[in-house]
Nanobody, 124 residues
C-alpha cells in the first residue's frame, strides 16, 4: 500500500514563494516516477513537474519552468516542490502522485497513487 501525504500549502502574495513537500511511504521507490499536479477551480488537473526516484532528468510544465524546482530526498522518501515568483494563476490544489514505472509521463491518467492535495492561494 502506497501513501502520499502533501504539506506546505497556504496563502501567499504574488511574487512570493512556497515549498510543498510530499512524504511517501509503504513501498520502495527505486523504479517509481513521482509527479506534482495541480487543479484550479473549474479546470482539469494538470501536470506541473516530475522526477524519478532513481535519478534522471526532471520535467516541468512550460508554465512553471524557471520558477518551480522539484527535488527529492531518497533517504527520507520525500519529494518537494519549491515554488518561486508565484502569481495568481498558480492558485490551485496541488497533488503529489506516483506511478509504478520509471518512464516519464505528464498524463494524470497514468499515475495510480495520489495524495489528498494541499491548497495554494496566491493573492494579487
Amino acid at each position: 500500500q502506497v501513501q502520499l501525504v502533501e504539506s506546505g500549502g497556504g496563502l501567499v502574495q504574488a511574487g512570493g514563494s512556497l515549498r510543498l513537500s510530499c512524504a511517501a511511504s509503504g513501498r520502495t521507490f527505486s523504479f517509481w516516477y513521482m509527479g506534482w499536479f495541480r487543479q484550479a477551480p473549474g479546470k482539469e488537473r494538470e501536470f506541473v513537474a516530475g522526477t524519478r526516484w532513481g535519478g534522471g532528468t526532471t520535467v516541468y510544465a512550460d508554465s512553471v519552468k524557471c520558477r518551480f524546482i522539484i527535488s527529492k530526498d531518497n533517504a527520507k522518501h520525500t519529494v518537494d516542490l519549491q515554488m518561486n515568483s508565484l502569481n495568481p494563476d498558480d492558485t490551485a490544489v496541488y497533488y503529489c502522485a506516483a506511478r509504478n514505472s520509471p518512464v516519464m509521463t505528464t498524463s494524470r491518467f497514468l499515475y495510480g497513487y495520489w495524495g489528498q492535495g494541499t491548497p495554494v492561494t496566491v493573492s494579487s
